[in-house]
């Protein structure tokens, strides 16, 4: 079981790495503006199902086999560039369709679900950031690390889609009453591609650090 005092710093410093832009917040964020809350939650849940999947390899200690294992490590990073770059493919489809018939470049919740699981599952620095952050709050005099590493993982994965559901709904909130719907939508799918393109590249360019 882990110590309240121990959750309560966990809840802070997690708070503050998502607060911390990142491919994530670039996504909901264009999620939201771009087809409203219910999408914003969708993508929110997508990567909270993602982090709790990485929080259970971390724990298993399967991330940190692929991590220090560079071929997977680099198969992994290519994987995510991919999918990246596919997305923002995607994206410019989207505002396209959206600026010749306004309606048109709607997407179903599970498909941006899926996005969001997908971006974040094939993420290294993701699964990194897993191996490194979680143990820090872990006590064996507590209990089975494994254990409190898969609450810890519970704990973040909730935390993390209020954050970015409140993020996102925020995020529509604004685009409605600053843009017109056809416009604000296109520019919006294009911002979001250009951040997916350059999300890709600089993962691309990301060094496979040592695992301790």
């Not at 996005?115 to 993701?126: I, R, V, Y």
Request: proline share 5%; with cysteine; glycine share 8%.
């Amino acid at each position: 079981m882990i110590a309240w005092t121990t959750l309560g710093l966990f809840l802070l410093a997690a708070l503050a790495l998502l607060a911390s832009p990142g491919p994530n917040m670039a996504f909901v964020l264009a999620q939201g503006a771009t087809h409203g809350p219910r999408s914003a939650w969708a993508g929110a849940v997508g990567i909270a199902l993602a982090d709790f999947v990485l929080a259970l390899a971390a724990a298993s200690g399967v991330a940190a086999l692929v991590a220090a294992w560079a071929p997977a490590f680099d198969l992994l990073r290519a994987a995510g560039a991919a999918y990246l770059v596919w997305l923002g493919v995607q994206a410019l489809r989207a505002g396209a369709a959206s600026a010749q018939a306004p309606g048109a470049a709607s997407t179903g919740a599970w498909r941006i679900a899926r996005m969001g699981f997908f971006q974040t599952l094939t993420n290294p620095k993701a699964l990194l950031f897993f191996i490194v952050f979680l143990p820090q709050f872990v006590q064996p005099a507590q209990g089975s690390v494994s254990a409190q590493m898969v609450q810890l993982g519970a704990v973040m994965a909730l935390l993390s889609l209020a954050f970015n559901t409140t993020l996102g709904s925020a995020a529509a909130w604004v685009a409605q009453r600053v843009a017109g719907r056809s416009r604000g939508r296109r520019l919006c799918q294009q911002l979001l591609a250009g951040v997916m393109f350059s999300l890709a590249l600089r993962l691309l360019a990301t060094a496979r650090p040592a695992v301790p």
